[in-house]
């Protein structure tokens, strides 16, 4: 749960200042830290980003009374602009999950199980 | 064994990451795409636009753009340069997409940006001479100080708006297409008046016509394409006598004969690409003073090709519509006249069939002589792809093709040169710039002589109550026909020599019927001493314009607005009761004659809610169709169709006409053969297309009305506007084509305006304001236009531009 909400509060400062892409650097880095096993570091990070882009996302949508998102619907034969809302947020859990994984199996210390709580 | 399993997972994120980063096929990258800080998302209008203040390096004094509820902008500048770069800026920040997209496309520079899907469009424009053209417009307009300033402006106000971009501000086509924009030079706003030109004045049918005559032989061609329908109401008004002996060059003794059956990249010009306008003098309206009407009619786009704009500063206030890239006020009017353009047809494009010496094309035969040629080598870059050379080789007469034949046989290949008149330096801008500033009949008429291609009908109105109208534009002087049909590039005498003397232009002044107008039609009667063409619109929207103002008395601008959706068809009220006539009824079923019942009561008028027009329509098409197809089918070469007013004068007046009977079969068939089945086909595939009789035939929905996004992004554009018109009335919105702005304004002490255009002033798709006017046009709902005489009071919000250097 920390876990997540570390990632989402650097991934969405990073995010604003540097490329997409950067939003795998708080996975990489609390996914080290933190050392869960594997499938929690994934779902954490998964979590974070998918949250975080799907919030942005939905915020927008609201904001824009869909405008926009009706048309990349349209564009991307998406049906749907909630369809457009979950490829974004799954987009950004997908490369933040991953980036976690790679965080914790990097860390080679020991895992105690208390950690990380 | 966590190293391992750490290396896998880093390079499946690795991999994950450059594959959102990259752009497979017509997908957009989507990580970055989809970012909601830098992707598309960022493009989202969430909040209403705020005033602001803004530093613009470069500007000499403060300008002021205050936007109106519609978002349009109002620029206050303090001299010409800041108004033009306070121009250039703001029109960059609300369209860059479409002015580089244009540009791009003028300069043949699409595969750079797209990809090799667009490469043979490029060659195309580079082989038409497009940058070439530019090019020379650019060292005419260098040879005018004021000119080049302006245009100068204009590109540094366009940079200020490009250079304070981050990627994540990019208009979202730039993050759609994954590319960014570019330095804006001022050679872009000559590409984009020759891209005027290649939309406008770039319609040829001599391929067509030279097999026409190879063909049917010459009576076709004097039947269908020189005999004028009797209906026929040119421009200037056939009362008008020309004083002047007209110095025709000399035609040759015999027509060249082409190596025909070869195929010319021809260029058809889509119905619906005309335009109307017109203006009444003071003794028909109420009000006493002009009102003057313009719509063009273009092929729609979102963002739209106009922008509404008012420019003032000292010496200027003028309101009206520009053009993505070109500096003022194109359609407008300011506190003392109005002006607006329809487009000339006249033939300014020839084929010139080349012998070159050998196989090198270093030289070429002209006037007994061979002479050199020049080439032109034209690089193309492709994105993804190898850049390519093309060159191209030039003779006197303009850019080479190599033309393919179109009957497959092992000959040897033939070359067209190509002139044109978008190969002549130009400086149109000067024109729309004293326009801008004009305060009499005298200044537009000073204002016109700089003006050479798209030729155009400009009508005008001023307070002093002048109306008038030029068919303006630089015309070659040629004899009668020449350059209908492929010419002979050997010989000089189908060389253009010189140009129809600016007086002897048509044109009037205040004529005594009151009111001056043009819809494409024919410029002036047979009597006109110069040739200028032999393929004019039909003569339907222009008569019915003056059908419809010689009956007016005390017009006011509700009338004029009215007229401009009038959607009677000329060519239902002369086809139809022929038609009606000649159908058979005992061979049509019960449910068919139900049909033919609706018909029969029909008015003529184009309305959206009637399912008459829409029987009408496909009928007409295929009894048209079926009248000529079995003779034009019978040769592969291109072959030029009769035009359809034409076509209904003589199958009206000619029961035996001889196209009527058809080739393939062994009996004879009359009019009412053709009527007849026509008609049940008609309702044949109205049925496969549209279900059975009823309110899914309405004109409305078969008019299949579509605005399309600008680079046919799906979902960018807006389909299924139903609405009423067509091409042959004065509302001619049809398919993807209709009229771009609709404009009327009434001269006087207060001058009003009223406008709108099928689009907004914002070129994003993410913001509301981007399709806001469609449905207003759509019902032909005018706004009243904001001219203002000074800084407004009132406004949605304002923009302050400062030089950087100040406080």
Do not use: C
Request: charge should be negative; hydrophobic fraction near 40%; charged fraction near 20%.
């Amino acid at each position: 749960m920390i876990l997540a909400l570390a990632i989402l509060v650097l991934a969405f400062l990073l995010n604003l200042l540097l490329p997409w892409w950067s939003i795998a650097i708080p996975g990489l880095i609390f996914g080290y830290v933190f050392n869960k096993k594997g499938r929690a570091s994934f779902g954490w990070g998964f979590l974070a980003l998918f949250l975080l882009w799907g919030g942005q996302a939905f915020y927008i949508h609201i904001a824009n009374d869909g405008v926009l998102s009706s048309r990349i619907a349209e564009m991307l034969n998406a049906g749907s602009p909630f369809a457009v809302i979950l490829v974004t947020a799954v987009v950004g859990g997908l490369v933040s999950g991953l980036a976690a994984l790679t965080g914790s199996l990097a860390n080679s210390s020991p895992r105690l199980s208390s950690r990380g709580k | 064994m966590n190293y391992v399993k750490a290396a896998i997972s880093g390079i499946l994120l690795l991999t994950i990451i450059i594959a959102l980063n990259l752009k497979l096929g017509p997908l957009p990258p989507v990580g970055k795409f989809v970012d909601p800080d830098g992707g598309f998302w960022a493009n989202a209008e969430t909040t209403s636009p705020g005033s602001g203040e803004l530093n613009l390096p470069g500007l000499e004094g403060d300008v002021t753009v205050y936007f109106d509820e519609r978002r349009v902008p109002h620029i206050f500048a303090e001299n010409d340069h800041d108004l033009y770069m306070a121009q250039g800026y703001v029109v960059a920040r609300d369209r860059l997409f479409q002015m580089e997209m244009q540009t791009y496309d003028a300069a043949g520079r699409l595969a750079e940006i797209i990809g090799p899907a667009l490469l043979e469009r490029d060659q195309q424009t580079r082989r038409w001479g497009m940058p070439y053209g530019a090019e020379k417009a650019m060292e005419e307009i260098r040879k005018d100080p004021e000119m080049y300033a302006v245009i100068s402006a204009y590109a540094k106000g366009v940079n200020a708006y490009i250079n304070q971009l981050s990627p994540a501000d990019y208009p979202l086509e730039y993050k759609v297409l994954d590319i960014a924009p570019e330095e804006w030079k001022p050679i872009k706003t000559t590409l984009l008046l020759k891209n005027m030109t290649r939309t406008l004045a770039a319609g040829n049918a001599e391929e067509a016509t030279s097999n026409s005559i190879a063909f049917f032989g010459s009576d076709f061609i004097e039947k269908y394409f020189e005999t004028k329908p009797e209906l026929n109401d040119p421009i200037i008004p056939p009362s008008r006598t020309w004083d002047f002996e007209a110095d025709l060059p000399e035609a040759p003794d015999s027509l060249y004969v082409s190596a025909s059956a070869e195929e010319l990249p021809a260029f058809e010009m889509p119905e619906g690409i005309g335009s109307n306008n017109w203006v009444v003098d003071g003794s028909k309206t109420a009000s006493g003073y002009p009102i003057l009407a313009n719509d063009p009619h273009l092929h729609l786009t979102l963002p739209s090709i106009w922008y509404e704009v008012q420019l003032h500063a000292p010496g200027v206030n003028a309101y009206g519509v520009s053009l993505q890239g070109v500096p003022s006020v194109i359609i407008g009017f300011n506190e003392e006249v109005a002006w607006g353009v329809t487009n000339v047809s006249a033939d300014v494009l020839d084929w010139y069939e080349v012998k070159f010496k050998d196989d090198t094309k270093q030289e070429y035969r002209h006037g007994g002589q061979w002479k050199p040629t020049t080439t032109r080598i034209e690089e193309i870059k492709v994105r993804g792809g190898a850049t390519v050379l093309d060159s191209v080789v030039y003779t006197h007469h303009g850019p080479v093709t190599e033309v393919s034949s179109s009957t497959g046989d092992e000959k040897d290949p033939v070359y067209h040169a190509l002139r044109w008149i978008a190969h002549d330096g130009s400086n149109e801008l000067k024109t729309f710039y004293g326009l801008n500033r004009a305060r009499s009949y005298d200044n537009y008429v000073d204002a016109l002589k700089h003006y050479i291609a798209p030729a155009q009908n400009f009508v005008f109105a001023s307070n002093e109550g002048d109306i008038a109208l030029w068919v303006n534009g630089l015309f070659p002087k040629k004899w009668k026909y020449q350059g209908r049909t492929v010419s002979d590039g050997t010989d000089p005498k189908y060389d253009w020599k010189g140009w129809i003397p600016r007086d002897h232009v048509p044109h009037i002044k205040n004529p005594e019927r009151g009111f001056v107008s043009s819809a494409n039609q024919e410029s002036a009667a047979p009597d006109y001493p110069y040739y200028l063409d032999d393929d004019f619109a039909p003569f339907e929207r222009g008569r019915r314009i003056n059908d419809l103002l010689r009956e007016m008395e005390n017009i006011t601008t509700a009338d004029i607005q009215k007229m401009q959706m009038d959607d009677y068809s000329y060519y239902a009220a002369t086809l139809l009761p022929g038609l009606l006539e000649w159908i058979q009824k005992e061979e049509l079923s019960e449910a068919e004659k139900e049909v033919l019942n609706v018909v029969q009561n029909w008015n003529y008028h184009m309305k959206a809610d009637q399912l008459a027009p829409s029987v009408f329509r496909n009928w007409a098409s295929n009894f048209y169709r079926s009248v000529f197809e079995d003779e034009f089918e019978r040769t592969e070469a291109r072959l030029r169709w009769p035009p359809r007013d034409r076509f209904v004068e003589v199958i009206t007046e000619e029961s035996e006409m001889s196209f009527v009977d058809n080739v393939n079969t062994a009996e004879t068939e009359s009019r009412r053969h053709l009527a007849t089945t026509s008609f049940k086909e008609t309702l044949q595939e109205m049925t496969d297309a549209y279900g059975s009789f009823g309110d899914d035939w309405k004109w409305g929905i078969v008019i299949n009305n579509d605005i399309d996004h600008l680079a046919r992004i799906p979902g960018f554009g807006r389909q299924d506007l139903y609405s009423s018109g067509n091409y042959d009335a004065v509302n001619a919105t049809r398919g993807k084509n209709g009229p771009s702005w609709r404009m009327v304004v009434e001269l006087g002490p207060e001058v009003k305006g009223y406008g709108v255009y099928p689009g907004g002033a914002s070129g994003n798709p993410g913001s509301p304001n981007y399709d806001s006017m469609v449905d207003a046009w759509r019902t032909g709902e005018l706004f009243e236009l904001n001219f203002y005489r000074q800084a407004p009071d009132t406004f949605l919000y304002k923009m302050k531009l400062q030089p950087s250097d100040s406080e």
